[in-house]
């Protein structure tokens, strides 16, 4: 079983960027794809980003595209999301999550493992 932390949120202004971290443990890091989702509040969970488990292919939610770069570094364990020009839309609780399916997915009903999030807020 495979845990999960989060880190690098925090408070930037509109226009900013923030790279997140999500490092994992207590498994084979590099069998597992993962992904990353966020929560605002008072609305549902929102597909981010997700990688392939070689990091050679990536997915992305349409309200990021353009301006998060998800990607990892298996020797590490660990999966990067690099956020740009972020705005007030992306102010969101930010989780990362991993998979055990041999293929990348956005539903997060395929996702087993969660970390505790992280909390990025964008001041306009």
């Known amino acids: 079983q495979v845990q999960l932390v989060e880190s690098g949120g925090g408070l930037v202004q509109a226009g900013g960027s923030l790279r997140l971290s999500c490092a994992a443990s207590?498994?084979?890091?590099?069998?597992?794809?993962v992904g990353w989702f966020r929560q605002a509040p008072g609305k549902e969970r929102e597909f981010v980003a997700a990688i392939s488990r070689s990091g050679g292919s990536t997915y992305y939610g349409d309200s990021v595209e353009g301006r998060f770069a998800i990607s990892r570094d298996n020797a590490k364990n660990t999966v990067y999301l690099q956020m740009n020009s972020l705005n007030s839309e992306d102010t969101a609780a930010y989780y990362c999550?991993?998979?055990?399916?041999?293929?990348?997915?956005?539903?997060?009903?395929?996702?087993?493992?969660w970390g505790q999030g992280t909390q990025v807020t964008v001041s306009s």
């Open positions: 999550a991993a998979s055990r399916l041999s293929t990348a997915t956005i539903s997060d009903r395929d996702y087993h493992y």
């Open positions: 207590g498994g084979t890091f590099r069998m597992y794809v």
